[in-house]
Every structure is written in structure tokens, then in C-alpha cells.
């Protein structure tokens, strides 16, 4: 049995991710698939409206 780096996908483009103590952006494959996750949530975060009762899954699909 070969114990070798867990493999696993990046979550942010798909690939191929290696999950060792070298790899460390970890889950993600790499430093910059890591930050744009991270800017994906920043912006994600800053987008999220200030609003009294209003449910975000009611939001009506966006008109082309
Ligand atoms: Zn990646």
C-alpha cells in the first residue's frame, strides 16, 4: 500500500490539490486560488445588503 500526499480537488479551480505539509494553501492547490477564495468571501461579505427582514433566497432573478 503506497501512503503517499492525500490528493484532493481545489475547491476554488477544480485541480488537483495535495494535502501535505508542504502544501500550504491547503485545501487550495495554490496561493492564489487560496486568495481569491478569500477575496470571493471579502466581496461575498460586502455585498450582503443591510436589510430589515428581506430573504435573499425571495430575490427575484435578475433582468436581462
Ligand atoms: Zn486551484
Given amino acids: 500500500m503506497v501512503k503517499g500526499p492525500l490528493k484532493l480537488r481545489c475547491p476554488q479551480c477544480g485541480g488537483e490539490s495535495l494535502w ?22 471579502a466581496s461575498e461579505a460586502y455585498r450582503v445588503p443591510v436589510q430589515e427582514s428581506a430573504d435573499p433566497l425571495s430575490e427575484p432573478p435578475p433582468v436581462e
Fill in 20 to 41: 501535505s505539509a508542504d502544501n500550504k494553501y491547503r485545501p487550495f492547490c495554490s496561493e492564489r486560488c487560496k486568495l481569491i477564495d478569500l477575496g470571493a468571501w
